[in-house]
């Protein structure tokens, strides 16, 4: 039997919602948060945690400015810069399933962050878009294709794993009269890019401000902006699995920039 929240606080609740499901938001929002003395990204705050809700400290939205953008850039590359275990590692603290909204994925470390990408984030959607009927065999074979140059190291670099949102679209940025605050993640070790990727993917206010200030912030190549496809192949192919075939034009082009 769980409180009821109060006026300060904002219940999520998920009436079938799995084994941990709310647990593991919880444990990546606080491992998120762990960032922010130093100057990492806000986080909501996590108040409470049941089987079937979280509640978090309510937000009062605010227009952005482009001063809030900035910084939210800046913020970014500073929690990105916190690290994490491994690719594809979880929060510290979790053991158990991982989502990405409601659909599932694995969070196991790796040493090769192509490896991780490839087999833990498109892989096993691409799979998925086949089987459901979303997306088409041909596809499927560029799409394999490609996660094997991927897996093999083609893209890797030598950037340590970063501590990543792992949804960052622009729904789950909240603007507020303090700025940006982070909510809903996915969070787990990976690559800064991919955060950034997504916020480019979907949109979000003052898009080039948060990208000049994390450009810089994060000491990213000049030409950083052409792996930008190759970081927009998870959500594309989540999307795909889950939205339906009119994602797949755009998941087949984002792997074509690629080859």
Avoid at 55 to 81: F, I, K
């Amino acid at each position: 039997m769980s409180t009821r929240p109060s006026a300060e606080t904002h219940r999520k609740t998920r009436a079938d919602a799995p084994d941990g499901f709310f647990q593991a938001e919880a444990a990546g929002l606080r491992w998120l948060a762990e960032a922010e003395p130093r100057g990492g990204a806000r986080v909501v705050e996590v108040v409470a945690v049941g089987r079937q809700h979280i509640d978090l400290r309510r937000l009062v939205p605010a227009p952005a400015t482009p001063s809030a953008a900035a910084d939210l850039g800046r913020a970014l590359a500073t929690t990105h810069a916190t690290g994490a275990a491994g690719f594809g590692s979880p929060p510290d603290g979790w053991v158990g399933q991982a989502w990405i909204g409601r659909q599932t994925q694995h969070n196991e470390p790796e040493e090769s962050w192509g490896r991780y990408f490839a087999e833990q984030r498109v892989r096993p959607f691409v799979r998925k878009a086949v089987d459901v009927g979303h997306l088409d065999h041909a596809a499927a074979r560029i799409l394999d294709g490609l996660c094997d140059r991927i897996s093999a190291g083609r893209y890797d670099d030598d950037r340590p794993p970063a501590r990543i949102h792992g949804d960052l679209w622009a729904g789950n940025v909240v603007f507020t009269e303090r700025g940006a605050v982070l909510i809903d993640p996915a969070a787990h070790g990976g690559h800064g890019l991919t955060d950034i990727s997504m916020l480019m993917l979907f949109g979000c206010p003052h898009l080039e401000q948060v990208l000049t200030s994390y450009a810089r912030a994060a000491q990213l190549d000049p030409d950083w902006r052409r792996l930008v496809p190759l970081h927009q192949l998870h959500p594309l192919a989540t999307h795909t699995a889950s939205h339906g075939p009119s994602y797949a034009g755009s998941l087949l082009e984002a792997a074509r920039a690629l080859t």
